[in-house]
C-alpha cells in the first residue's frame, strides 16, 4: 500500500471522526470529492460540497490541485474537512 496513506478524517459539521486510506497520486480536489461522497453514503448527512481540507495540528488550508504527495501529509496525519 505505498501508493496510500491513511489518516484521520475530522468533520466538525456531522462531529463525526473516519480513519481512510487516501490515494496519494490524486489531487487534494479529487480527494475532497471522494470523502465528501464517501461521508453521505456512510452517514446520510447532507455536508457542503465546497469543503476544504486542513490539517488539524498546523492550521494548514491544502490547496486543491496539488498532488497529496507533493503535500505534508502522511500516515497518521490528522486532517480538517471543513
Known amino acids: ?26 489531487k487534494i480536489g479529487n480527494i475532497i470529492m471522494l470523502l465528501n461522497k464517501a461521508i453521505y453514503e456512510l452517514d446520510s448527512n447532507h455536508i457542503k460540497s465546497n469543503n476544504s481540507l486542513y490539517n488539524w495540528e498546523s492550521g494548514e488550508r491544502y490547496e486543491i490541485n496539488v498532488l497529496l504527495y507533493n503535500t505534508n501529509i502522511r500516515s497518521g496525519t490528522a486532517l480538517v474537512l471543513f
Open 1 to 26: 500500500m505505498n501508493n496510500k496513506v491513511l489518516v484521520e478524517i475530522i468533520v466538525p459539521e456531522i462531529d463525526k471522526k473516519f480513519s481512510v486510506f487516501l490515494p496519494a497520486n490524486k
